[in-house]
């Protein structure tokens, strides 16, 4: 009898220490330095509760890289993700957040480049062919330009803080073809877009992995949670308008933040 409960009373000890363990912060997360640079995918544009002193880049405290830093208290936190941001903005405006003590980088760019919020608009008001035409063209953007573009800003992150693990995070699929939207656009222009959303993956990666980085796909993480699906994690048309076509709450908590943490 005393064995047994000997046994017991070491059983849970271990099973304390696992759940403290599971529920602990990253190992020497007091250590990072975590900077948090992009656009509104990154900023949490869609997901609500905006930081008013955040102004019109619309950060929010749902955000993943906000969770994230909520959740593992790193030694210092500095968020410079903006809505709106192209590469140009990164270069020109989020780079001074960083330095050699930086240790963490999250970053999400280039759709903005390509035309995505121009693009949106043109496939909910026009037509099939003058969607696919708009996307078409910013699919040629994505392919033969932007490459370009995500090198510099991978060239000077690295460049101004060499010692950074550096977390490239893509962008979902908007739709699910075949969907339960009974208003909205139709399969054709949701294919389209969904299929520029590839090639962003695609150039992105590539170029991501040149430059020594991670890049983390965001189109499986999503997949069956995308607009028209039964458990949608991305706001359709809504209000404010700026909000349309993002990630929602559970979109930032349940697709992008986990898929950022399980990097890091």
């Not at 990072?32 to 997901?47: K, T």
């Not at 995505?116 to 608009?121: E, Y």
């Amino acid at each position: 009898m005393r064995h047994s409960r000997t046994v017991s009373a070491t059983v849970v000890v271990l099973l304390a220490t696992l759940m403290a363990l599971l529920n602990a912060p990253t190992a020497n997360a007091a250590t990072v330095n975590y900077v948090a640079l992009g656009d509104s995918y990154s900023a949490g544009v869609g997901s609500g509760s905006y930081i008013g002193s955040s102004g019109d880049c619309k950060r929010s405290t749902k955000a993943y890289p906000y969770l994230w830093n909520a959740a593992h208290a790193p030694s210092s936190f500095t968020f410079a993700a903006c809505s709106g941001a192209k590469t140009g903005d990164v270069l020109s405006g989020q780079l001074s957040a960083l330095s050699s003590a930086t240790t963490l980088v999250s970053i999400s760019i280039g759709g903005n480049d390509a035309g995505f919020a121009d693009v949106m608009t043109t496939c909910v008001l026009s037509s099939d062919t003058t969607c696919l035409n708009a996307v078409a063209t910013a699919r040629s953007y994505a392919v033969n330009t932007l490459p370009g573009k995500l090198d510099q800003v991978y060239a000077a992150i690295k460049a101004k803080a060499p010692a950074a693990h550096v977390v490239v995070l893509g962008y979902p699929h908007l739709y699910k073809i075949g969907g339960t939207c009974i208003i909205g656009i139709g399969d054709t222009k949701r294919s389209a877009i969904n299929a520029a959303a590839d090639d962003l993956a695609e150039v992105t990666a590539k170029r991501a992995a040149d430059a020594g980085f991670t890049f983390v796909d965001m189109r499986p993480v999503f997949n069956g949670h995308e607009i028209c699906s039964s458990s949608s994690w991305i706001n359709s048309t809504t209000l404010p308008i700026d909000d349309s076509y993002h990630p929602n709450q559970t979109g930032q908590a349940s697709g992008y933040l986990p898929s950022f943490s399980s990097h890091v």
